[in-house]
């Protein structure tokens, strides 16, 4: 495993935008988009959408992200929901599916939201980046697009300078306002530990990297003519110019099986996502695809560059609503906020996270 860049200035993407005067001088200086992402196509990356809702009179809004990987089952951040009644995310919670929130394809709102028991919040004063930032969010209704499976062999040091593929509803440059649209950009693994694929800004083709709102998001493997999810988008520098860092799945792979049971009833995505006989060879089924015989091979459709310039059916990005900040804002201030914009509570928690 190679030497890692310990970012100690970290920026949660997910925060509220509330601290304009904090970045009112960084943009004087890196007044430009620092994402470097492209603006998905009507129909790439179905599997990824937009979480939020509608508090007050702002319209939708895109708090975080996450990646759909059965017609009812969204895998997502721990910090995006946590410590928010269930009651709330049921009755104010919607994902946005499609490209832009203000236009969405279908909006679904949710029966469910589970956080990982093992999570723990990044502490930026400790200069810890926490552990397991994940959860499930589960949808009232089957979604109506084709979900995007999730990787669960672990990552090993072969899968070092792989392309990876992000998708986000967040912002493009820390500071900025131009979050819910979806936008995907190529990044490369650099390294890894037991949490977290990480990935610099330097080593990325066009200096593109995951920023505020992305959170939840995934981030995409291209293997045997898929994109499989590898990764949940969970932090990133205070600019969003230096490092991200996204929990890997495949340290929770037995607990999204089991939330994904609780839902479905089984835990074979091949048949709980229709892929048995489907005229695609999908080799992670639990069960023998029939269409994986050897005379039928892998549709891979194309190499792995063309699938993700294509985007496949799937999709990334670095953006979202980002504050500078050093610090996790307060319980108190979040409650505030909270009051200010659904005069109880906020549908999603923000914290200074991806």
């Known amino acids: 495993m190679r030497t890692r860049l310990l970012v100690i200035s970290f ?4 925060a509220l ?13 890196h007044g430009r988009g620092i ?42 951040a721990a910090h995006c929901g946590d410590g928010i009644p269930i009651e709330l995310v ?9 490209t832009d929130v203000t236009a969405a394809d279908t909006e679904i709102g949710f029966d469910d939201l589970v956080i990982h028991p093992d999570y723990v919040p990044l502490d930026n004063a400790a200069g810890e980046l926490g552990e397991f930032d994940l959860s499930v969010f589960v949808l009232k209704e089957d979604a109506p697009v084709e979900p995007t499976w999730f990787r669960r062999e672990a990552v090993t040091g072969e899968d070092l300078d792989a392309q990876l593929t992000s998708v986000g509803f967040g912002i493009t440059s820390a500071g900025g306002s131009d979050s819910g649209i979806k ?6 693994l ?20 995951i920023c505020s709102g992305d959170s939840g998001g995934p981030q995409f493997f291209y293997q045997d003519g898929f ?18 860092g996204s929990t890997r799945v495949d340290i929770a792979t037995e607990w999204f099986l089991d939330q994904i049971e609780a839902v479905h009833g089984i835990r074979d995505v091949c048949e709980i996502n229709g892929w048995y006989g489907d005229g695609l060879c999908h080799p992670f089924c639990d069960l023998p695809d029939p269409d994986c015989a050897p005379d039928a091979g892998v549709d891979a ?3 792995a560059d063309a699938g993700v310039d294509a985007g496949g059916d799937h999709g990334l990005t670095g953006g979202g609503c980002g504050c500078a900040i050093s610090q996790r804002p307060t319980s108190g201030l979040l409650s505030a906020l909270l009051v200010v914009l659904i005069g109880a509570s906020l549908f999603f928690r923000r914290r200074s996270r991806s």
């Open 183 to 188: 936008r995907y950009a190529n990044l490369i």
């Open 90 to 98: 049921q009755a104010l919670g919607v994902a946005y599916f499609g």
């Open 301 to 303: 459709g194309a190499d």
């Open 35 to 76: 994402v470097n992402g492209e603006v998905a196509e009507p129909g790439q990356f179905p599997s990824t959408v937009a979480l939020g809702g509608e508090f007050g009179s702002s319209g939708p809004s895109a708090m975080c992200t996450g990646n759909l990987v059965t017609p009812r089952v969204i895998i997502s």
């Open 227 to 244: 994109y499989i999810e590898g990764a949940v988008h969970s932090w990133g520098d205070v600019d969003c110019a230096i490092e991200s």
């Open 190 to 209: 650099d390294d890894y530990d037991e949490n977290f694929l990480l990935t610099f800004n330097s080593s990325n083709p066009t200096d593109s990297n």
């Open 17 to 29: 935008c509330a601290c304009e005067d904090q970045v009112e001088s960084f943009q004087a200086v």
């Open 11 to 14: 920026l949660l993407v997910g």
